[in-house]
């Protein structure tokens, strides 16, 4: 109240307000001030200076123009006026009706009620502005010498009184039920960040991505929560983070922050979770530790999370998460050095360093999973042929093991089966994997991808679609919903491909132009990718932007160089293969194109209701292999769909 009339405050002026007249006279600290009035929630120190603002409005000047509430330059807020304050009910006179009545005539100075519930009693506070409150001591007024006091300066309605009362100690008895930490939905999405290097020395560097990686690790069989995985996240290293923006960008509704500083054998890693809707800390902790008891963190991180976010976890998923193995520190360094390292797609030096880490400790079954991810980049990417694809598979097995049913591992090796012409064995994988998890966006996906790869093209719509549905960031990271070409429906395929730069995506972007005959666009899309990085797809497009500007020749040269390295290392899965027919096709080599689509489908790629209704094949149709290899490819087709559906 205030001159008799009520003043409206939202809850969290209200709160500051109290926290200012409980603490009347005293200097109060501007981080004091938000532990209080904030203690779960991630703000800026602007929240806390609109909020006195808006107060000081609230509230207007004394007699002489002075402020109720003083600033203390760079230091805080000091609440300037005295203050009488009645500890119980009971202080409150009898007589509130009558002195009421006798004050209606009076003018009263200005004063002020604010009230809270403290230990069961309703706590009233009086406040006078009085220039400076610094010498002014709290003026208890239960005594009796003081209610002649009370029934002057509280001159108020019984009603009035008894209405606020009912209303505040309403709303403090709401507060009391109502649990600080945010409920969270049925489903949480969360990006966990690299945490970053307090001291910048690019020795230790790589704990900030790798630490993160192996909490997202530990995660991602829990499924009440959405994960981003690693590469969705490690383009925020060593960056200070706007909560809000980061999990704009990442569709996420909650964030894991942190920073660390290493001196010596000495470790401290000091983080947050941040419910990025509510601008609430669900948790914070730092951790002290030895720099060989590394392994801890990401368990301690993991239970943080679990708690703050109430997670309940079925028995398998808390068997998943529990603190794993002891390991050898230094393999343990090791690891994170690797993952750190496939992080920054240096694909051959993490293969080294990982297998270090698994020389030194064979049981631990991460590092196999990431060694053998490392084995498929290079054999992808590197040219690294054969012997890599079947290092992978080796180390995927042992990951596998040592630790059954670990998402990563099993995830890599249905790909990498996928890839190397195994569809059969990926399968039964990941239905396992998702009877356990049926939310792992991941999963989904690459099983989709097998069911594409099989010629189960509505299925595999089903699939990827579903894995967009839990995870709408999963087209973000590179992926290709190639089924929707496919099926010709080249609308679709062009609106499903994210929005994404690399030389990868505006190759599709020209393929999809392309089959919708919009010769310029493609031939541009094709170009610009061949721009970006001569990699396998930029320079299949490129054969498709020369027979575009009738540069046949350039074309098939492009062409003849990618089939001998892929023939002669091994490498490029059967789906990129097949993608060479077609554009042998396209430039009427019909004797190459018939030799990679046979080389494609023997290697695994048998989408058979595709290749009955491909375009870009219809300069081979009439040969005489075409209807030889067509028969082969309905058979394991038809097989395939008898097996599983």
Known sequence: MREGRQVSLTPKAFELLLYLVENHGRLAFKDQIMRAVWPDSFVEEANLTVAISALRKALGTNESGLQYIETVPKKGYRFAASVKEVKSLESIPSHLEEASRSDETSNAEPHGVTATSTGGALRLFHTEARGSASSNPVLALPQASRRQDWRHRFAIPTVVVLTCMLAITGFFAYRRRTPLVHTPPVQRSLAILPLRNLRHDPENDFLGFSLADAVITKLSSVSALTVRPSSFVEKYRSQTIDPARVAAELNVDTLLTGTFIRDGDQLRITYQLIDVKTNRILGREMIDLKYDKLLTVQDNVVQEIIKGLQLNLSPSEAKQIKADEPVSSLAYEYYLRGVDLMGRHDFLLAIKILEKSAEIDPNYAPTWAY???????????????????????????????????????????????????????????????????????????????????????????????????????????????????????????????????????????????????????????????????????????????????????????????????????????????????????????????????????????????????????????????????????????????????
């Open 371 to 645: 060694l053998g991810q490392s084995y498929t980049s290079a054999a992808a990417f590197e040219f690294g042929g054969r012997e890599q694809y079947s290092k992978a598979q080796a180390a995927y097995e042992r990951a596998l093991a040592l630790q059954p049913k670990q998402p990563e591992a099993t995830m890599f090796l249905a790909n990498l089966l996928v890839d190397t012409g195994k569809v059969e064995m990926a399968v039964p994988l990941l239905r396992e994997a998702l009877k356990s998890n049926p939310k792992n966006a991941g999963v989904h996906w690459e099983l989709g991808y097998a069911y594409r790869f099989a010629g189960m093209l509505k299925e595999s719509v089903a699939e990827c679609e579903m894995a967009r549905q839990i995870d709408p960031l999963v087209k973000s990271n590179g992926s290709v919903l190639n089924t929707y070409l496919y099926l010709g429906e080249y609308d679709k395929f062009l609106r499903s491909l994210p929005d994404d730069d690399s030389a990868f995506i505006w190759f599709y972007r020209g393929f999809g132009e392309y089959h919708q005959k919009n010769w310029n666009r493609a031939g541009k899309n094709f170009d610009h990718a061949y721009e970006l990085d001569r990699t396998l797809y930029a320079q299949i497009g490129k054969a498709f932007s020369d027979s575009i500007a009738h540069k046949r020749s350039d074309g098939l040269e492009i062409l003849h160089k990618l089939e001998t390295k892929i023939e002669q290392r091994g490498v490029g899965d059967p789906e990129a293969t097949y993608k060479i027919a077609q554009a042998y096709a396209v430039l009427d080599d019909k004797v190459s194109a018939m030799r990679m689509l046979q080389y494609s489908i023997q290697n695994g790629f048998f989408c058979f209701p595709y290749f009955m209704t491909d375009p870009l094949l219809k300069n081979i149709r009439h040969e005489p292999q075409f209807a030889e290899q067509m028969k082969i490819a309905q058979e394991r087709h038809e097989a395939f769909k008898s097996k599983f559906f």
